[in-house]
């Protein structure tokens, strides 16, 4: 039996239904449980109320203290029977039913609950409320003794109980059903995104799960997704054109080194193979420079790069990237704050520098320019060149991988269009960033943030652009 579903009795609809039902069943009944002791509380009151009433009504028939022998019956239950008592125990008068009988019950010095007698026994029923209250009359003290019979609270308990038995299962039918079609409706948006989601392939991240269109928990579910999705396929877009664009790099130096070899072996004995072996020893290091890159990309997402950090001096770290720059037509201009301090690796930082100096000076007219500038929170590098600068449109597709702002991808300058990738990737893995502002002065600006190190240790965290 295959075990890729789960059970049915195990989905979530069941479950919540058994739940659900189970709960607003024991609602219902402790509800209608609650109603029930309210109702009874109520009846006995009232025969109470009705009770004392009629023992009222009895004080007042004899007021000389001259007793019928058979009391009036009440006027507000006819079942009601009655006795009063006089002080030592025997009965002065009593209605029709208990007329011989002597006192059934007895009402105790300093007690307002009456005591059933062994009198009561076979004449009185068990089920029976009782009042019993004290009064003078005619300057005698008597003990008026009520009470009726009970048989309509022994029926409301028995109805109570038969339909607490009937309606209990009719109750949590009911609720379970309304549940099971309520769940149903309100997972039905889930099943369809489940199945939505089902049918999406890595081939083909197109398709999208649909919303119903509600501002519920399963719309923002709906909405989420879509917005997961769409950032897995422009994932996958851009990695398929990484890989597009790597093989093709990689296969451009490969070519030209077997070409000019094939060529060299297709006349051994006249080709200047002293030339041959340098333009092979210059595509080979153009290859090892784009492996190289590759794998620093590949550290970037896996986000290992900045794994190994230590104090990085800025300052320091840009005079020997500028005096390590062979140019003999570019100045580069330093001005460099003292105590510009970060933490990080520092070959990462290195690269992250020369990238950008590098492109800096290959579009440079006459003058590079790097400033240097140290906060509390921050520091700050701005690169700048005179040169034709960089559109507005370009300013941030300029940062992604393979990018090449010559319309003709001329591969004659050695660039591979990483530089600027590798460098924002750099950037983020210390919690910095970089970014292209205006120059007033014309050409290209870029600026590069990244966290100040404090004089006791790390400096706060910062990326947010300070342009």
Known sequence: MSTDRPARWRTLRVRVTVVAGLVITAAVVLGVILLYLLQIQSVRQTLDGRLRTYATQIAQSAPT??????????????????????????????????????????????????????????????????????????????????????????????????SLLLGFPIILLVAAAAVWVIVGRALRPVQQIRNAVTAITSADLSQRVPEPGTSDEIGHLAHTMNDMLDRLEESARRQRRFVADASHELRSPLAAIRTTLEVGLAHPDQAPWPVIAERAAQQSNRLEDLIQQLLLLAKADERILATHQERVDVGRLLRELRNTTLTDRIVIDLDLADQAVTLGNPDHLGRLFRNIIDNAVRYAASTVRITATATARRVVVEITDDGPGIPVADRDRIFDRFVRLDSSRDRGSGTTGLGLAIAREIATAHHGGISVADNPHGGARLIIWLPQVSPGGVGPRTDKDPS
């Open 65 to 162: 203290g001259k007793w019928p022998r058979i009391l009036a019956p009440s006027t507000l239950d006819a079942n009601a029977e009655a006795q009063v008592i006089a002080a030592d125990g025997h009965v002065l008068a009593a209605t029709r039913t208990l007329v011989g009988v002597p006192a059934v019950y007895a009402l105790p010095a300093g007690s307002t609950t009456s005591v059933r007698l062994k009198a009561a026994d076979g004449v009185v029923p068990e089920d029976v409320r009782v009042v019993a209250i004290r009064q003078t009359v005619a300057g005698q003290p008597v003990t008026i003794i009520t009470g009726t019979s009970t048989s309509l609270l022994t029926q409301l308990r028995a109805a109570f109980t038969s």
